[in-house]
């Protein structure tokens, strides 16, 4: 006798979105955390169980994806997929900072000693961005520069901690891209529901 057998199929949501400075990269508060602090869930209207692929810390912007499909976060945070940053460090930077990052650089990660991976880095023109909500000095200041860094690694503070090793303490810092996702057709703080990535 032959038995049905059925398949519940899940269909999962994914979204990118610009994630404007000032906002936490998760939907609630953890236990030691001020109640006022902004968190995704006012930018958008999430399906439930959607969780932050990977995070960008309160002060740092742009892109962040977003799904309820596990899989999905575990492929793109543990699987080496590229992640490029636009970065702007106090200073001018030189080539052998640029060198030194490239190579790789050590960092401390929750105390103890991390060795970064070689990664891509190149001076890059001040790309045009949204305003911050919460504005960074400027050149009155001293002179700055714009890199972008491209790793494919994701540690805690990363990137922040990798340019203020170098000399260069990073002043705003901006995910352009995660594989061959990028920020360019959304704006600040903007949501777009996509395909599965």
Not at 162 to 170: C, H, W
Request: overall charge positive.
């Amino acid at each position: 006798m032959q038995q049905n057998s059925t398949c519940k199929i899940i269909n999962h949501s994914y979204y990118k979105l610009y994630k404007p400075d000032g906002y936490l990269s998760q939907f609630v508060y953890n236990q030691d955390q001020r109640r006022k602090k902004k968190l995704l869930g006012e930018l958008g209207n999430f399906a439930p169980n959607t969780m932050a692929v990977g995070r960008l810390d309160q002060d740092s912007e742009g892109l962040l994806l977003l799904t309820t499909d596990g899989k999905a976060s575990y492929r793109i945070t543990s699987l080496g997929i590229e992640k490029e940053y636009w970065v702007q460090v106090d200073g001018i930077i030189t080539t052998e900072a640029l060198a030194e990052l490239s190579f790789g650089v050590e960092i401390s990660i929750f105390g103890k000693a991390y060795q970064t991976k070689p990664c891509k880095v190149e001076v890059i023109s001040e790309p045009k961005l949204p305003d911050r909500n919460k504005s960074i000095r400027d050149e009155r200041h001293g002179p700055t520069s714009w890199i972008s860094i491209c790793i494919t690694e994701g540690k805690y503070r990363q990137v922040r901690k990798m340019t203020a090793k170098v000399g260069f303490p990073t002043l705003r810092l901006v995910r352009y891209r995660i594989g061959k996702i990028t920020i360019d057709d959304l704006e600040k703080a903007e949501v777009k529901k996509i395909k599965a990535f």
